[in-house]
């Protein structure tokens, strides 16, 4: 008989409010059905923390928790979520020797909303390409996104990656070169992993916003929402909320809402050029665009996304 499939969620948390987010999360997750494999859940404080045991407790119901505190004294951002990465990786690579499963970063903005999502990502990790082998990585897959100026050239202000809140296999940290480790850890891995084609997008894991979370959750091919650079607690409130009447309302409605969606964030891109909120802005609506070029196949997977890596 095989030995059932495992997974691991990683919580990395740097302070309560991160903490109170995952307990949220870990109250609705909570209600649902046990999933077909099993789940560690790594609670991995920061340095300058310990374990939260209100964290190990919330989660001590749902899977098997191990509490870890991330050594390399490394703070700031985004250099101490990095070091913090790299440590758990490391950690996990030394104590699951072996294992083929994922593990999953999971950031306090992002939430489970389906109650098979682990399955779903599960079936998705083992899928073999033609080579027989699995993904080192999968999440979601950003594009090229450039900035778009008057009488001038679009400037590009972020080159092609899977955003770092993904899955990752146990064993990264010894398959990564050490150029790999230099930089936002998202960013960096990413063309190593994709130079050998074991990069692969999901679809699953997306991106939403406050003002879409309603549609999002009605939309049970999304399993695993990231409400990148929102209004963090609010995202995870309405996240958890049950699926009532509106948001199944909404879904009849959730290509008109997604056109007027996208006039607006064009219309705010002319007059909110720089700073984080142009590049997520920019982001967003780089996104649609492949998304709509490159649609799901048959069998509802979407390309494993290959670009050429970028060349000094």
């Known amino acids: 008989m095989n030995a059932p499939r495992k997974h691991i969620v990683i919580l990395p948390h740097f302070c309560e409010q991160e903490v109170e987010r995952y307990e949220l999360i870990a109250s609705r997750i909570a209600e649902w059905d046990t999933p077909n494999v099993e789940i560690d859940f790594l609670v991995a404080a920061s340095p300058k923390r310990e374990p939260s045991q209100r964290l190990m407790d919330a989660f001590e119901n749902i899977g098997n928790v191990v509490a870890f505190k991330c050594p390399t004294q490394i703070f700031g ?40 999502w682990l399955d779903v990502l599960s079936e998705q990790w083992f899928i073999r390409d033609a080579q027989g082998r699995l993904p080192l990585m999968m999440g979601c897959f950003v594009p090229e996104v450039y900035k778009h100026r008057i009488f001038k050239q679009p400037k590009k202000i972020l080159d092609p990656h899977i955003n770092g809140g993904a899955c990752y296999a146990m064993d990264f940290a010894t398959r990564m070169p050490e150029e790999a480790r230099e930089g936002v850890f998202d960013m960096a891995v990413y063309q190593f992993a994709a130079d050998l084609g074991l990069a692969r997008e999901t679809r699953s894991i997306c991106f939403s916003t406050v003002g879409r979370v309603g549609r999002d959750l009605a939309d049970s091919s999304k399993v695993l929402l990231h409400g990148f650079m929102q209004e963090k607690d609010e995202f995870i409130e309405k996240c958890v909320a049950p699926v009532n009447g509106n948001n199944m309302e909404s879904r009849r409605w959730m290509e008109l809402k997604d056109r007027a969606d996208t006039a607006q964030r064009k219309m705010k891109v002319w007059f909110v050029r720089r700073g984080k909120k142009a590049m997520l802005e920019n982001m967003f609506l780089a996104k649609q665009r492949y998304e709509r070029e490159n649609p799901l196949d048959g069998s509802g997977e979407p390309a494993v996304a290959e670009p050429t890596r970028k060349v000094a």
């Open 77 to 116: 951002y985004p250099e101490g979520p990095t070091a913090m990465f790299w440590d758990c990786m490391e950690f996990i690579a030394k104590q699951y020797p072996g294992a083929d499963g994922f593990a999953l970063w999971l950031e306090s903005d992002m939430c489970p909303t389906q109650e098979n």
